[in-house]
């Protein structure tokens, strides 16, 4: 299932603040309904810049593991992978626009998925 991780953003945001954009970008994924998946299936992390150098100018969302064949869903096709890009995106703008002053641009790029084709595995303890 589609994992974001949106790189770039400053320590200054709170937990609280992350927590509810975590929430949004989670509902604005699962939204998409060729997708045909739940809000839980989609998986956000907001990693730090050990660096010091995030400032929130620049935020970059990649979104992976979007599986493009999984059995028994429509294929994600170039057209799906846009308007994740664009969910994404904007639920990223609308929110980080009224915190970061100095946010200039918001790239998300889409990568597809093969599990037959590029490996995987899995475990999960409730399974």
Request: neutral net charge; aromatic residues 8%; glycine residues 4%.
């Amino acid at each position: 299932m589609p994992v974001i991780t949106v790189w770039g953003l400053p320590s200054s945001l709170d937990c609280v603040f992350l927590a509810r954009l975590r929430e949004m970008l989670r509902t604005a994924v699962a939204e998409i309904a060729e997708l045909e998946i739940t809000r839980q299936q989609v998986t956000v992390f907001f990693p730090s810049d050990l660096t010091g150098n995030a400032v929130g100018v620049e935020i970059v969302a990649r979104v992976t593991e979007l599986f493009d064949k999984p059995e028994g869903k429509p294929e994600r096709t170039v057209e799906i992978k846009n308007r994740v890009a664009k969910a994404v995106r904007e639920c990223l703008r609308i929110n980080l626009e009224q915190h970061l002053r100095c946010l200039a641009m918001i790239e998300v790029p889409v990568y597809g998925f093969y599990p037959k084709f590029d490996g995987f595995d899995a475990w999960s303890k409730n399974k």
